[in-house]
């Protein structure tokens, strides 16, 4: 690896196999991972957020991984959080001269990391929030969009209402921010970002049986320990699509076929943003090498043809 690059990144939609590229990669190129996984930050989310550890062990041992793992999913954990503790990650790992390597599909944090952003510090502002909760919802996704198009679509529609009312929050307190503390990656980055891309039904295939393992693998028993230790609808609601669901079927308002059938039409559905997603990321500026499906093999031909 030259100097060219500093930072490779493995991104693509839920279910496409980034996890195992991304290790692999890193196990070729003497790299560490840092998650870009807005909820795999979290503990106890195991299963629900598709951390897949397993995957980190290679035949060469462990490869280290960052990122994951780092907060209670009680506590609120926002873009300016992530921005702070990838600038920190980035700078430890380069001074151990390892490579870093950026796995993950959450595309907000990862176009926050690669383009620079600066985020201030935006505590929550309950005067606001209390107006902002009487308002239809069409009425506040009509306004965030107008607010800031990106974060927008970013968001996932079948998400609570008060996920919605804390983006428009962030969003206001952005254009407002003036002397706030901020937040940004100040390393120099020199990225080769490769996306992942699959043939439409092949990628809902993978979706429904990547679902129906973590069902198999204790998502359900997964949830139910986080209703057990207090987190709330509104707390799953906030964490995700596969604990929105599934919550509701451990708190007896869904039955168990109603829950999957729900769950494969919003994944199916996020798989799209994500998707759209990535391709305004490549039209704003940001170069991409896309590949057809996990092809480890063209990865690392692209990687050492550019480096």
Not at 91 to 96: L, P, Y
Not at 138 to 162: A, H, I, M, N
Not at 196 to 212: G, S
């Amino acid at each position: 690896m030259t100097a060219d690059v500093n930072l490779i990144v493995v991104c693509g939609a839920t279910a496409s196999g980034k996890t195992r590229l991304g290790v692999e990669l890193a196990r070729r190129y003497d790299g560490e991972i840092i998650s870009v996984d807005s909820r795999q930050v979290y503990r106890g989310l195991d299963i629900g957020s598709g951390k897949d550890l397993d995957e980190y062990i290679t035949p060469d041992g462990p490869v280290p991984y960052h990122l994951i793992d780092i907060v209670d999913p009680q506590q609120v954990y926002s873009l300016w959080n992530y921005l702070e503790d990838f600038d920190r990650v980035f700078g430890e790992v380069t001074a151990r001269d390892r490579l870093p390597v950026a796995v993950g599909g959450t595309g907000l944090y990862l176009e926050a990391v690669l383009r620079g952003y600066e985020i201030p510090q935006m505590p929550a502002d309950e005067d606001l929030r209390t107006q902002l909760m009487q308002e239809p919802r069409d009425s506040l996704e009509q306004r965030l969009q107008q607010l800031d198009p990106e974060r927008y679509r970013s968001l996932d529609p079948t998400g609570g209402k008060r996920r919605l009312v804390r983006a428009i929050e962030v969003a206001l307190g952005e254009a407002e921010a003036g002397g706030s503390r901020t937040a940004a990656v100040s390393a120099d980055l020199r990225p080769l970002v490769l996306v992942i891309r699959w043939d439409r039904e092949e990628l809902r295939r993978r979706v429904a049986t990547r679902l129906d393992e973590r069902l198999a693998s204790g998502l359900v028993e997964e949830v139910q320990t986080l209703v057990d230790a207090g987190l709330n609808k509104e707390r799953l609601d906030q964490l995700g699509m596969e604990f929105r669901h599934v919550g509701r079927f451990v708190l007896g308002e869904t039955s168990r076929e109603q829950m999957r059938t729900d769950l494969v039409q919003a994944i199916g559905q996020l798989v799209k943003r994500q998707d759209t997603y990535f391709r305004g990321m490549e039209r704003r500026g940001t170069p991409m090498h896309w590949l057809d499906g996990d092809d480890l093999t063209a990865a690392i031909a692209i990687v050492d043809t550019v480096t």
